[in-house]
């Protein structure tokens, strides 16, 4: 081997196009090296969260009215904290599906042979 360097073809240059300017920048940005950057992945999931939620919502009426001074009935709780729940699951599912291209059980909850 040899360390000398190989000169570039000049017109093997000019025929690949550069890219520049703003939409680069955003592709560094969001995408990485295996696609979309983990950290970007935090805000579509809470905004899936938020908008299961929001859907669900309409079935609180379902456990009945609550007075905010009052205690809570644990019936009543535990269907409120259930939307919660189903909003985390159902926001998982379709990051894993298709953010993430992954099965839902590579996140440690398998749906067969699940021990």
Do not use: C, N
Request: glycine content about 8%; hydrophobic content about 50%; aromatic content about 12%.
């Amino acid at each position: 081997m040899t360390d000398e360097v190989h000169p570039v073809d000049p017109s093997a240059a000019e025929a690949i196009p550069q890219r520049t300017g703003p939409r680069l920048l955003l592709k560094k940005l969001f995408v990485g090296s295996h696609g979309l950057r983990a950290g970007w992945k935090v805000l579509p999931f809470f905004l899936i969260v938020f908008a299961v939620g929001f859907v669900l919502r309409p079935f609180d009426k379902l456990a009945g009215k609550f007075d905010p001074k009052l205690p809570v009935a644990p019936g009543t709780a535990i269907f409120r904290e259930l939307r919660g729940v189903m909003a985390v699951l159902v926001a998982t599912v379709i990051m894993a599906k298709w953010i993430d291209r992954k099965p839902f059980g590579y996140f440690g909850m398998p749906l067969v042979s699940a021990d």
